[in-house]
């Protein structure tokens, strides 16, 4: 099938967003008012964004605030007289301005983590980093233990995979239990803007953690992700695989496998080289060598508050 443009994809995309905002409007919060601050957890100038651990009815929660980037679909109500200008420097032909723009083309994207757990605010919280070069020894002695002992959960894996939760927003499903997946948009994305795309592949199997557990026998699974995931974006948003990157955490978030899809000029947090691992490598890697990922180190980083930097410390690694 020819596939779609990107400006009528994008017409799509609004009003399947206005639709689905209109369902939501009964949500249980219209206004931060009753949320108590307690720490800030983060604040980033370059990324713009604010992160805040919070009380809400004596609960912790994590409330994040980001900036959205600019829309071309409104760029004529952004530059019209509805945008007042305060002059804040003048120099020859260089002038600078405080911008106030129109108040529905103000909005902030914010996210709320409720009830948050200690390893939420941790996940949030600005630290340290350190890097770690992962054998497969270190693998088997440390990180699988410690994950194993690990209860961070991942209900809302289950909530998308048992349609409890964003069922309206899946994008494309094989339901095969060995090698189906539910693709669908990341929280991250505001499903608007085509470049900011992101969606998540999650596979139906509860038996691979990471990619640590890949092997020869996932390469259906990994190439039905690959080839059916790419179809489903150019199906639904007209963006061609060429325009778009797969890729793996590791170490992810959330133990449950997982792809990230990306738009290529979406600059996306996670995509450095010691997080990300392309899809593609990850297929041609194993069609190589079956256990690649269970004889290779891996190199990845931890955070000052991760259990897996303590553990690490605890056997001396960072002496
Ligand atoms: O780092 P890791 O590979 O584990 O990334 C997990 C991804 O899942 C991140 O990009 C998150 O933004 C995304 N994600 C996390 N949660 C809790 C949700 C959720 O509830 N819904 C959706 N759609 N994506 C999520």
């Not at 980037?69 to 760029?75: A, C, E, K, L, V």
């Not at 409720?114 to 340290?128: D, V």
């Amino acid at each position: 099938m020819a596939a779609m443009n990107e400006e009528k994809a994008m017409d799509l995309v609004t009003k399947k967003r206005k639709l689905h905002d209109e369902e939501e409007s009964d949500d249980k919060f219209n206004n931060l008012g009753n949320i108590e601050i307690v720490e800030v957890l983060n604040d980033n100038s370059r990324e713009k964004c604010l992160f805040l651990h919070t009380k809400i009815s004596g609960e912790d929660a994590v409330v994040l605030m980001e900036k959205t980037p600019f829309d071309r679909n409104t760029m004529t109500q952004l530059v019209s007289e509805d945008t007042t200008l305060k002059e804040t420097l003048k120099n020859d032909i260089y002038s600078t301005y405080e911008a106030q723009l129109p108040h529905h083309l103000n909005a902030v994207k914010a996210t709320l983590i409720c009830p948050a757990t200690e390893k939420h605010l941790s996940k949030y919280r600005q630290q340290k980093t350190f890097a770690i070069c992962e054998t497969k020894e270190m693998y088997e002695n440390v990180t699988k233990p410690y994950l194993q002992e690990q209860k961070f959960s991942i209900q809302w894996v289950y909530n998308i995979l048992d349609k409890k939760s964003e069922s309206d927003r899946i994008v494309f499903e094989d339901a095969c239990p060995k090698d189906g997946f539910i693709l669908l948009p990341d929280m991250k994305w505001n499903r608007k803007e085509l470049s900011q795309l992101y969606l998540v592949a999650i596979v139906h199997t509860r038996e691979v953690l990471s990619l640590r557990d890949l092997n020869h026998t996932h390469l259906p699974l990994l190439n039905n992700i690959l080839h059916k995931g790419m179809e489903a974006i150019r199906k639904e948003f007209g963006v061609k695989p060429s325009k778009l990157r797969m890729y793996v955490h590791y170490q992810p978030s959330y133990h449950h496998f997982h792809v990230h899809f990306t738009h290529l000029a979406l600059d996306a947090p996670g995509f450095e080289a010691d997080r990300a691992h392309l899809l593609q490598d990850i297929i041609e890697n194993i069609t190589i060598k079956s256990d690649y990922y269970q004889q290779k180190s891996i190199v990845f980083k931890v955070r000052e508050c991760d259990g897996l930097y303590l553990k690490y410390k605890e056997t001396g690694y960072f002496d």
